[in-house]
T-cell receptor, first 110, second 115 residues
Framework: EDKVVQSPLSLVVHEGDTVTLNCSYEVTNFRSLLWYKQEKKAPTFLFMLTSSGIEKKSGRLSSILDKKELFSILNITATQTGDSAIYLCAVATRDDKIIFGKGTRLHILP | NAGVTQTPKFQVLKTGQSMTLQCAQDMNHNSMYWYRQDPGMGLRLIYYSASEGTTDKGEVPNGYNVSRLNKREFSLRLESAAPSQTSVYFC??????????????FGEGSRLTVL
């Protein structure tokens, strides 16, 4: 059975801290790993990762994939209160199925 | 640009009633998805359609049926609603060719309450 496991499920830090969110997976026919941010409504796309060891960056956010160990991390540096959200990891398979983990609820204290 | 449009946005049903959630996308995407989101559970895949004319079960298909009416439209039907189906439902679409970013485009969500 395909599955995506995220940790921690919940995290509270102070503004300015750096956080690392984890995502491990077990799927057949892996195609890509995706990260999304969800605030009040629908999730918004952050990154897609397909190759091991290549870091994707967007401002203070970065992510990397390890296809041998079947995990990915999402780093957020110099966190701001606007980073408070649920961060979702998803895996897409070659038959176009896309499944999500339970998410990490991140709360940034001012 | 409308993107992904799903209706209705809110619905209250009584146990045993039926209803259909409608979803349409105007981006010419091949793949469409239905998810449900419950507190602390992330997004769980109900059904997906990799192309017009095909549908496949996801993680939690029981109690639901789907129809891929054409390339644009993918509907989700609850034949006999149960309180356990109270949730927020998201429709999404994606282009699944070699050039795509992997981005799922989501509708705004439909909040369903079953009493």
């Amino acid at each position: 059975e395909d599955k995506v496991v995220q940790s921690p499920l919940s995290l509270v830090v102070h503004e300015g801290d750096t956080v690392t969110l984890n995502c491990s997976y077990e799927v057949t026919n892996f195609r890509s790993l995706l990260w999304y941010k969800q605030e009040k409504k629908a999730p918004t796309f952050l990154f897609m990762l397909t190759s091991s060891g290549i870091e994707k960056k967007s401002g203070r956010l970065s992510s990397i994939l390890d296809k041998k160990e079947l995990f990915s991390i999402l780093n957020i540096t110099a966190t701001q209160t606007g980073d408070s959200a649920i961060y979702l990891c998803a895996v897409a398979t070659r038959d176009d199925k896309i499944i999500f983990g339970k998410g990490t609820r991140l709360h940034i204290l001012p | 640009n409308a993107g992904v449009t799903q209706t209705p946005k809110f619905q209250v049903l009584k146990t045993g009633q039926s209803m259909t959630l409608q979803c349409a996308q105007d981006m010419n995407h091949n793949s469409m998805y239905w998810y449900r989101q419950d507190p602390g559970m992330g997004l769980r895949l109900i059904y997906y359609s990799a192309s017009e004319g095909t549908t496949d079960k996801g993680e939690v298909p029981n109690g639901y049926n789907v129809s891929r009416l054409n390339k644009r439209e993918f509907s989700l039907r609850l034949e006999s609603a149960a309180p356990s189906q109270t949730s927020v439902y998201f429709c999404a679409s994606s282009e699944t060719n070699y050039a795509n970013t992997g981005e799922l485009f989501f509708g705004e969500g439909s909040r369903l309450t079953v009493l």
